[in-house]
């Protein structure tokens, strides 16, 4: 009743939304990259959006169902096959039992997501089975997938699925990936204002909304490191240590900033210049090493309220597509 | 974007999604006091619509729900929780009433530094033990890792800065002084601190309710122990 790493990709974890409720004690939240489409592909196999779902990245891993599954692929498009057949994403697709689906290289962004119907069962620590790699908590230890590991899918108690009878498609229809998934280095993303975005020079506040940034080849889960121009402040300041979020930007003494990713630390003491709008994380963590970054300034209320709207949007979405796989 | 709220706190929002109270801008015991006590009056108050409340040593900060705080009249959802927050402390919070508990943690001090420390701090390693147990302290904030503790109190003669070269693996349950500062290593990790001994006591345990030993705002006394109570506690601890 589970699933086998025939052969690990580079970085494969097990993700849901999050550890919430103990950052006081010193344990972040983790949880997936790209939220989004963590919880459309959740939807895409009748799952409630806190199932565990398998985050991978840049190359993704070959697994062997020892079961019949129905699964969905979400996130950035990865070339991934079942024998000769080759496997779309955004929609849910039947596996059967002795199926192996080696999922390939990442065509545009950089991370993907694979659901199951009933959710990866992995083990739930301080009530997520988010992978924290740097806190060793989580499913596994709280490591990436090894190839050998197995996997075990969790029941399904919430959405029955009606299957249509004639292939491994049980809908004639998929999810237009659009707006959700968006890795195109063109678009700027948005970021607010930090509380020491006041204290760059006057040159380094231009910069960070003029200036072409990259995504470092030195990021992962814990932070994105920013190439590009050094930027400084007008006079150092001491900061004392205190609470950061995914999406905070700081900046460390040598100027290149670091945007906290979904692993980050409760804590952190280096100033805050900006925070990127929430509505942007699912793209900036769809940025692949190397990629232009440009920042374009937000107002938080604006932020927020855009947040909230996407937070409707993507309710009504799920609950669209619940209605879908029972028709 | 700063609210003023009397002379207690002030509001920073961070992103969309948290909220920071600060009480100040340094380490400093009187200002890390004003933190606990606000999270106290929180957890009195069961405030709603809380993601997470991490204290740190000046501020102290609000994850919440957005969906929760937007207020119908388009008041910005961070504005609204605001809002509430200066009504709940309109009156201050009272410090004396977040005392904390009083943690004991037994300590062979027996640490790789101690040489160093009694050499910087010129004095005894005797001298160095009676002035780390005589202290009470207290747990500032929790970070770095699951269940470290920053504790603040620590004696002046044992402020030191950290290593220059910071070690790969630090021994779970040291006991370290970093700067003004102790701590414990809840598990090995790498680090910069000077180790002056060794706990027994398991700092961070994710099956357990709660999962760290010592919570923000507990006050912590070490205990200095020998071999044989080392070993016979962290027997218990591995149970």
Not at chain 1, 35 to 60: H, P, Q, Y
Not at chain 1, 155 to 177: E, F, G, Q, T, Y
Not at chain 2, 132 to 154: D, K, Q, S, T
Request: proline letters at 6%; charged letters at 25%.
């Amino acid at each position: 009743m589970s699933v086998v790493v025939i052969k690990a990709g580079l970085l494969d974890t097990l993700q849901d939304r999050g550890r919430d409720g103990c950052a006081a004690f010193g344990v972040g939240t983790s949880g997936a990259m790209d939220e989004v489409s963590l919880r459309l592909a959740n939807a895409l196999v009748g799952n409630g959006d806190d199932a565990a779902a398998l985050e991978f990245t840049a190359i993704g891993p070959t697994l062997r169902f020892e079961r019949d599954a129905t699964i969905a692929l979400a996130g950035a498009p990865f070339e991934a096959r079942i024998g000769d057949a080759r496997i779309a994403a955004w929609r849910p697709v039947r596996v059967d039992a002795g199926d192996v689906l080696a999922i390939g290289r990442a065509l545009d962004g950089f991370r993907g997501c694979l659901a199951v119907t009933g959710g990866f069962a992995g083990e739930r620590v301080l009530g997520s089975a988010s992978t924290d790699i740097n806190a060793a908590l989580g499913p596994f230890g709280g490591r990436a997938l090894r190839t050998g590991d197995v996997l075990a899918i969790g029941a399904n108690d919430s959405v029955a699925i009606r299957h249509h009878d004639d292939m491994r498609l049980p809908a004639h229809w998929s999810l237009d990936p659009r707006p959700w998934f968006d890795a195109d280095p063109a678009r700027p993303i948005r970021v607010i204002r930090g509380a020491h975005f006041d204290a760059l020079d006057a040159a380094s506040q231009r910069a960070l909304f003029e200036s072409a940034f990259r995504v470092s080849s030195d990021s992962n889960r814990v932070g994105l490191r920013v190439d590009g121009v050094a930027l400084t402040l007008r006079t150092p300041l001491e900061l004392v240590s205190e609470a950061v979020a995914f999406g905070t930007v700081q900046l460390p003494p040598g100027g290149q900033p670091i945007v906290l990713m979904a692993e980050h630390p409760t804590t952190g003491g280096y100033p805050r210049i900006a925070q990127i709008a929430a509505i942007d994380l699912p793209r900036l963590a769809q940025r692949r090493p190397g990629a232009t970054l440009r920042f374009v300034e937000i107002g938080l209320d604006d932020a927020q309220t855009r947040y909230l709207r996407r937070e409707r949007e993507l309710a009504r979405l799920v609950e669209a597509i619940a209605q879908r796989l029972q028709s | 974007m700063t609210a003023q709220a009397g002379e207690v706190f002030s509001i920073e929002p961070l992103g969309e999604t948290m909220l920071l109270l600060r009480f100040g801008e340094r380490v400093d015991e009187a200002v890390n006091a004003k933190v606990h006590a606000a999270a106290h009056t929180l957890r009195r108050v069961d405030m709603p619509g809380l993601v997470d409340v991490i204290p740190s040593y000046a501020t102290l900060a609000l994850r919440y729900d957005a969906a929760f705080w937007a207020g119908r009249d388009g008041t910005p959802a961070w504005e609204h929780l605001a809002g509430a927050l200066r009504a709940v402390f309109a009156t201050p919070p009272r410090v004396d009433d977040a005392a904390g508990r009083l943690v004991e943690v037994p300590t062979r001090y027996d640490g790789a530094d101690l040489d160093a420390v009694a050499a910087h701090a010129r004095l005894s390693i005797d001298d160095v033990v009676a002035r780390h147990v005589g202290a009470e302290y207290r747990v500032a904030m929790l970070g770095f890792a699951p269940g470290f503790p920053y504790l603040l109190g620590l004696d002046r003669a044992l402020h030191m800065p950290r290593r220059a070269q910071p070690r790969l693996r630090v021994p779970a349950g040291s006991v370290a002084i970093g700067g003004a500062q102790t701590g414990i290593y809840p598990r090995e990790l790498p680090g910069g601190w000077q180790l002056i001994g060794r706990t027994p006591l398991r700092l961070f345990d994710a099956l357990a309710d709660p999962p760290a030993l010592l919570a923000p705002g507990d006050r912590v006394r070490f205990r200095a122990i020998g071999d044989d109570e080392f070993d016979a506690l962290l027997v218990q601890a591995r149970a």
